[in-house]
């Protein structure tokens, strides 16, 4: 299957900071989601993004298919941006999703 | 609320016991995928399902089984269950055919085996 590997895997922020999340993966897809998972464990789709760049208020996100990677921003994070924030990437448009190991987010006040 | 509706939301049972979990996709949704999410296994998904038909099967142990049936709605079947089952259980569903729409997860079922 394909490999999906996620850096940093903890990542603690200041109030108002800004930050990246990144994700590498090993074969050509045709399918990336971003999903944020908040502290009671909903997991919340931000973005299908399976090439290009997308923007949704403070957040945006890149892919790069070509180069196998997917970049997730985040600016002047507040509270409630804290959670895990996963990658998750299929071969097919709307196929199974394999899932990286998530990046946690700590946003401190 | 996502449009993903999954019962029940928590879910206390004895080794050896047989548990269904429930899942109503988002209305217009074909596809729906079973994931389960453990500690030290993270997001494995389970199991695909189109409109009935079963599509793609992932690591699910033989002890389990779904269906979706005739309104779309899936059930997960977990039976003989063994301490490690404990975990998330989460449903998804997708527009298949609308490639711009990512997949839209309910809350999640937590089972716990005892």
């Known amino acids: 299957g394909i490999q999906v590997e996620q850096s940093p895997p903890d990542l603690i922020l200041q109030e108002g900071a800004n930050s990246t999340l990144r994700c590498n993966f090993s074969?050509?897809?045709?399918?990336l989601q971003w999903f944020h998972q908040n502290p009671w464990g909903q997991l919340i789709n931000l973005f299908y993004i399976p090439s290009g760049t997308k923007q949704n208020g403070r957040l945006s996100a890149t892919t790069v298919a070509t180069e196998r990677y997917s970049l997730l921003y985040i600016s002047s994070s507040q509270t409630t941006d804290s959670g895990v924030y996963f990658c998750?990437?299929?071969?097919?448009?709307?196929?199974?999703?394999?899932f990286g190991a998530g990046t946690q987010v700590v946003v401190t006040p | 609320d996502s449009g993903v509706t999954q019962t029940p939301k928590h879910l206390i049972t004895a080794t050896g016991q047989r548990v269904t979990l429930r899942c109503s996709p988002r209305?217009?949704?074909?596809?729906v995928y079973w994931y389960q999410q453990s500690l030290d296994q993270g997001l494995q998904f389970l199991i695909q399902y189109y409109n009935g038909e079963e599509r793609a099967k992932g690591n699910i142990l033989e002890r389990f089984s779904a269906q979706q049936f005739p309104d779309l709605h899936s059930e997960l079947n977990l039976s003989s269950l063994e301490l490690g089952d404990s975990a998330l259980y989460f449903c998804a569903s997708s527009v298949q055919g609308a490639p711009n729409y990512g997949y839209t997860f309910g809350s999640g079922t937590r089972l716990t085996v005892v």
């Open positions: 998750a990437v299929a071969r097919d448009s709307w196929g199974k999703l394999q």
């Open positions: 074969d050509s897809v045709n399918n």
């Open positions: 209305s217009g949704d074909l596809s």
